[in-house]
Structure formats: structure tokens, C-alpha cells
């Protein structure tokens, strides 16, 4: 006589084992998917970033929308005394710099922030962009991309870090979230340069 509690073979029992074993196979292969997208888009990154500066940020000559004031890099940074800063490339015609524009506004209310407008127009036309999207950092303009390429800089938006001292920590390029803007520009900040 069979025993009346044990469940039927194939009943619910074994077909949650066999759906667990089912998901465990696919998750090792979404692991491997997962690892392949971090590695092409880490590639695509580095390829993209290949031609930024490294180590002591380049001697820049600047025009700062509204009024169009002559400055440079150094200067804009010595009013920032003892503190990582950051340079965000954008474009008033970018998607993705639009798509952006919030977080490096709340980011411009703990860190300072210095905007490059590329081939976005004169100073005039960035000033307006500027007013009209209530951008709260300054931003210097380079309507031909003369600047963003003496930068290295291909595609926007990027971003670039440097520490208190002036030397290029970190630099992106495509839509970075907030979290890693902060976390790069703590980390130039708080960790000295090796080297």
C-alpha cells in the first residue's frame, strides 16, 4: 500500500525544485551578460576618454557667459580654495546633457562646478540657455569646440575632476548618475594622488 502523505511524483514539490534549478542556470548566464555589457561599455569609455589630459589640468584661457569676462582655469579655481572641483562639458543641443541638467545642479550646491558650453553659440546665446534652463553653475563658452578638443573631450556630456591641487583625477563621458559624480569628486578630495 502506497503511502497516502508523500506527493505524487512531478506534484508541486519537484516542479519548485526543478523551476529553482531553471533559475539558477539563467541567473549564471545573466551574470556572464551582465559582466560582457560592463566590459564593452567600460571599453567604449575608455576609447571615448583616450585623448583627456592626465595629471596637472592644462593651462585654459576662459569667457564665462553671462557678460563674456575673460578668465582662466587657475583663477576660477583659486575662488575654490582646498576643494576637488569639477568641469561638466555640455551642449544646448545634447538629449542627454538636458536629461543630466538636474543632477549637476544639485551637485553645483556642494561642489563647485564649472560648465564648458560646446558649440553651443556666443556668449549671448549660452547666457539665454542658461536662463531659460536655470542653470545655478557658471560656464564658460566654446562655441567652435576649440576648448572641449584642447581637452580631449569628443562627446558630451563628460565630466572631468580635478583635485585641490589642479591635477585630472576622474573624467567620463555619457550620462554619469549623481551618486558617481559625488563619489569621484569626494574621492579626489578626501584620497591623495598616487604618483
Same mark, same amino acid.
Given at each position: ?13 519537484? +516542479?519548485?525544485?526543478?523551476? #529553482? ?6 541567473? +549564471?548566464?545573466?551574470?556572464? $551578460? !551582465? ?37 582662466? !582655469?587657475?583663477?576660477?579655481?583659486? &575662488?575654490?580654495?582646498? *576643494? ?21 545642479? /544639485? #551637485? ?10 560646446? &558649440?553651443?553659440?556666443?556668449? =549671448? ?7 531659460? *534652463? ?11 569646440? &576649440?576648448?572641449? /578638443? ?13 583635485? =585641490? ?10 550620462? $554619469?548618475?549623481?551618486?558617481?559624480? *559625488?563619489? *569621484?569628486?569626494?574621492? /579626489? ?7
Amino acid at each position: 500500500m502506497a503511502d497516502s502523505t508523500a506527493p505524487p511524483p512531478g506534484g508541486p514539490g519537484r +516542479k519548485a525544485a526543478q523551476r #529553482l534549478r531553471a533559475w539558477a542556470r539563467g541567473w +549564471k548566464s545573466h551574470l556572464l $551578460t !551582465l559582466a560582457l555589457v560592463w566590459l564593452v561599455v567600460t571599453a567604449v569609455d575608455a576609447w571615448r576618454l583616450r585623448d583627456l589630459p592626465r595629471g596637472p589640468a592644462p593651462a585654459t584661457a576662459l569667457v564665462l557667459a553671462p557678460h563674456g569676462q575673460a578668465t582662466t !582655469l587657475q583663477d576660477w579655481r583659486a &575662488q575654490h580654495p582646498g *576643494r576637488a572641483v569639477a568641469l561638466h562639458f555640455w551642449a544646448e543641443w545634447c538629449a542627454i546633457c538636458r536629461i543630466e541638467e538636474p543632477t549637476v545642479a /544639485a #551637485l553645483s550646491a556642494d561642489w563647485p562646478v564649472l560648465g564648458i558650453a560646446m &558649440q553651443s553659440g556666443d556668449v =549671448a546665446q549660452v547666457a539665454r540657455v542658461q536662463q531659460q *534652463r536655470g542653470h545655478p553653475w557658471p560656464t564658460a563658452v566654446d562655441p567652435r569646440g &576649440q576648448l572641449s /578638443a584642447d581637452w580631449g573631450v569628443r562627446s558630451v556630456p563628460a565630466l572631468v575632476v580635478m583635485d =585641490a591641487s589642479g591635477r585630472v583625477r576622474f573624467a567620463t563621458s555619457g550620462y $554619469t548618475p549623481g551618486w558617481s559624480m *559625488r563619489l *569621484r569628486l569626494w574621492w /579626489a578630495q578626501t584620497v591623495p594622488a598616487w604618483g
